[in-house]
């Protein structure tokens, strides 16, 4: 049963362009994330939010910028896209990002394609 | 540099026989390890954890080991079925850190018929 979702499944875009990615938790869960999983299945956390607070932001490009408006959602916009921002973007909750054995609940991901 | 590294990269097996995956690490303060199994198209989903303070848990078919002096785990999937066909990754993170899993480069594991 799908509980994280994430709009749109796929996006074709040029090298420049703006885009921006949805994610919607109905699990009522305080810690929301996003993960990039490239060409090679490799998933590396980008961001992650507790309670509309950022409280992880790996190193990534600053053309990355999450937005949340309230617990329940987390978007992701780039700015500028480069060709290496080819990849599926996964979104996730869970109950609580303070380091103790929480689950992680992933949506179906938005695939970016980069022209 | 990973953190956590998975072998093999890919693996096939045989419907009915046992499917051994295998995880290291490097950081000491890691002490809860889930295994995620991916389909196509789909995000992970939790399969089965381990905290270090156990060597065995097991669910089902789905067995997963912990060594915590060699800093190791393996999954062990018996009886293994064309339907276990996916990636599997494994994850590591620490109890009171940042909300921060890192995860393996994943198996992609093929049961054929």
């Known amino acids: 049963e799908t509980a994280v979702f994430q709009t749109p499944n796929y996006h074709v875009t040029q090298v420049g362009n703006e885009v921006s990615f949805n994610c919607k938790q109905t699990?009522?869960?305080?810690?929301m994330y996003w993960y990039k999983q490239d060409s090679k299945k490799l998933l590396k956390i980008m961001f992650s939010?507790?309670?509309?607070?950022?409280?992880v932001n790996e190193t990534v490009p600053r053309r990355f910028s999450p937005q949340s408006s309230d617990k329940a959602h987390l978007n992701l916009r780039i700015k500028s896209v480069e060709p290496e921002d080819s990849a599926v973007y996964l979104c996730?909750?869970?109950?609580f990002g303070g380091g103790c054995a929480e689950t992680l609940y992933f949506g179906s991901g938005t695939r970016l394609t980069v022209l | 540099q990973q953190q956590v590294r998975q072998s093999p990269q890919s693996l096939t097996v045989w419907e009915g026989g046992t499917t051994v995956l295998t995880c290291s690490y490097e950081?000491?303060?890691?002490?809860?390890f889930p295994w995620y199994q991916q389909f196509p198209g789909e995000g992970p989903a939790l399969l089965i954890s381990?905290?270090?303070?156990?060597d065995k848990k097991e669910d089902g078919r789905f067995t997963t080991f912990f060594n915590k002096r060699e800093k190791k785990l393996s999954l062990h999937i018996i009886d293994s079925q064309p339907g276990d066909s996916a990636t599997y990754f494994c994850?590591?993170?620490?109890?009171?850190?940042?909300?921060?899993?890192?995860f393996g480069e994943g198996t992609k594991l093929t049961v054929s018929s």
């Open positions: 996730a909750s869970s109950y």
């Open positions: 699990l009522g869960h305080d810690t």
């Open positions: 939010y507790n309670n509309k607070q950022l409280i």
């Open positions: 950081d000491s303060t890691f002490n809860y």
């Open positions: 381990i905290l270090s303070v156990s």
């Open positions: 994850a590591a993170s620490a109890f009171g850190g940042s909300a921060k899993l890192i």
